[in-house]
C-alpha cells in the first residue's frame, strides 16, 4: 500500500531551514521509510529529507521569498 502526502512550504523570513517534527503515530511514525520529492519550486533550491529516526521533515529554502510543493511518500509492504 502506498501513502502520499502533499505538503507546501514557505519562506518569508531570514532563517533558510526548517525541522517539521513527526506525530509518531500511524503510518507516518518514526522508523517509517519514506521519500520526498519537490514538486514545485521556481527555482528547483529546495532541499527536503527525511528523518527516518523522527518521521520528521527537515526543509530548507535558500532564498526568501520562496516557495515549494513536496510529495511524501511510503510505501507499506503487505502482509503475509
Not at 6 to 25: E, F, I, K, L, T
Not at 68 to 80: F, G, K, M, S, V
Amino acid at each position: 500500500m502506498t501513502h502520499e502526502l502533499n505538503s507546501g512550504v514557505r519562506r518569508r523570513g531570514c532563517r533558510p531551514g526548517r525541522s517539521v517534527p513527526g506525530n509518531g503515530q500511524g503510518t507516518w511514525s518514526a522508523g517509517s521509510e519514506a521519500s520526498v520529492q519537490v514538486r514545485y519550486s521556481a527555482a528547483r533550491q529546495a532541499v527536503a529529507v527525511w528523518n527516518l529516526d523522527t518521521a520528521g521533515l527537515a526543509v530548507a529554502l535558500p532564498t526568501a521569498p520562496s516557495a515549494a510543493l513536496l510529495r511524501i511518500t511510503r510505501t507499506e509492504t503487505d502482509a503475509p
